[in-house]
């Protein structure tokens, strides 16, 4: 006789800065038990794996097209109907009173739903260069940035291809131009006259950011700590954010 099987959990999630509804789903058992064991093979493979459980979870977009601060975004609401969104986490004081370590426990529940949208979304902003020549600007897709945010330092080429990431369309006159390669559009970019690199480096600053701030107090000594997670890894693992 076959056994049951269960449907997962889904819910319809809007994502603000893309400004779309698209559907998620719970995880699995082993799904999540592949998560786990994949924080023993460091972050990049947790990353990856995390990126690639919210593709495998979410219908009604290319998860590749998003930015970092909607992908957050469905890796919390997946959580939250896959487990839960709050988490127990435990810390040890790391204050030194009279010379030594005070090592005091501390339990605290944290809600990782209780995140805050940072700013107000200016997706397709279009970009007056002269009289004939405007851009339209989108944010940086997650996977263009996340290899760059890994490195110390970053090149001049990362740097740029960030900004050149952001292009959605050139508008000349009354054309609009979107079926450039990426070698056309590098081009373009990089002939610009230096003057108009600002409105490149301030629509990429005014995304908004999703964060997560708590405040841990040590019951002994009363020392407290300041946490606030800011990348995918720190909604996952709350207890490493800094």
């Known amino acids: 006789m076959a056994l049951p099987k269960i449907l997962p959990l889904s819910k319809t999630v809007h994502l603000p800065i893309a400004d779309i509804d698209v559907k998620v789903y719970a995880f699995t058992v082993k799904e999540e038990k592949n998560l786990?064991?994949?924080r023993d093979f460091g972050e990049i493979s947790l990353e990856n794996n995390l990126v690639?459980?919210?593709?495998?979870?979410?219908?009604g977009v290319d998860v590749d097209t998003l930015c970092m601060s909607d992908l957050i975004i469905l890796?919390?609401?997946?959580?939250?109907?896959?487990?839960?969104?709050?988490?127990?986490l435990s810390f040890r004081c790391t204050n030194e009173v009279n010379g030594e370590p005070c090592n005091t426990r501390i339990d605290i529940r944290l809600d990782i739903a209780d995140y805050k949208i940072n700013g107000t979304s200016e997706n397709h902003k279009l970009v007056q260069l002269n009289e004939n020549t405007s851009v339209e600007l989108v944010y940086p897709k997650y996977n263009v940035v996340a290899p760059i945010r890994r490195k110390e330092t970053p090149t001049e080429e990362d740097i740029s291809n960030v900004y050149i990431d952001c292009i959605y369309a050139i508008y000349s006159g009354d054309d609009m131009i979107?079926?450039?390669t990426k070698e056309?559009?590098?081009?373009?970019?990089?002939d610009l006259p230096g003057?108009?690199?600002h409105y490149f480096v301030d629509f990429?600053?005014?995304m908004p950011s999703i964060t997560l701030t708590y405040d841990v107090e040590c019951p002994k000594c009363g020392n407290k700590r300041h946490f606030e997670a800011v990348n995918i890894?720190?909604?996952?693992?709350?207890?490493t954010a800094e």
């Open 184 to 190: 056309e559009i590098t081009e373009w970019f990089n």
């Open 178 to 180: 979107t079926d450039f």
């Open 195 to 197: 003057e108009y690199l």
């Open 52 to 59: 690639e459980l919210i593709k495998s979870k979410t219908e």
């Open 36 to 38: 786990l064991i994949s």
């Open 204 to 206: 990429v600053q005014s």
């Open 75 to 88: 890796l919390v609401e997946i959580l939250s109907i896959s487990k839960t969104s709050t988490q127990d």
């Open 233 to 239: 890894l720190d909604f996952f693992t709350p207890d």
